[in-house]
Nanobody, 125 residues
Framework: QVQLVESGGGSVQSGGSLRLSCVSS????????MGWFRQAPGKEREGVAT???????KYADSVKGRFTISQDKAKNTLFLEMNSLKSEDTAMYYC???????????????????WGQGTQVIVSS
């Protein structure tokens, strides 16, 4: 079992920045493929960014050049640096992890088995 706890959400004006964090625990080997997803009111959950155990990354087109996913393996922490935020980035952001296919880059929520509770991001114009 893997536990994920997100933090760092909040309210920011358009053009601002936020950094989300996700601390993972519970897996003896601490080897996960991880990702960030978001869900806006009335919309389906969508993949934002993912990173595999080799450090390779993949981003949704809507956030490329603005968001950066990274991790501190020593601290079991995943980050999402969000810059140039837009009102359309407003959503609940979720951290996700999986212990299978560790060298697989996917933004599909069905490819992740463990989820955090989410952290809210509100961007006002």
């Amino acid at each position: 079992q893997v536990q994920l706890v997100e933090s760092g959400g909040g309210s920011v004006q358009s053009g601002g920045s936020l950094r989300l964090s996700c601390v993972s625990s519970g897996n003896a080997y601490s080897r996960y493929r991880m990702g960030w997803f978001r869900q806006a009111p009335g919309k389906e959950r969508e993949g934002v960014a993912t990173i595999d155990i080799a450090g390779r990354t993949k981003y949704a087109d809507s956030v490329k050049g603005r968001f950066t996913i990274s991790q501190d393996k020593a601290k079991n922490t995943l980050f999402l640096e969000m810059n140039s935020l837009k009102s359309e980035d407003t959503a609940m952001y979720y951290c996700a992890a999986d212990v299978k296919s560790l060298l697989f880059l996917s933004l599909a929520q069905g490819d992740f088995g463990f989820w955090g509770q989410g952290t809210q991001v509100i961007v006002s114009s």
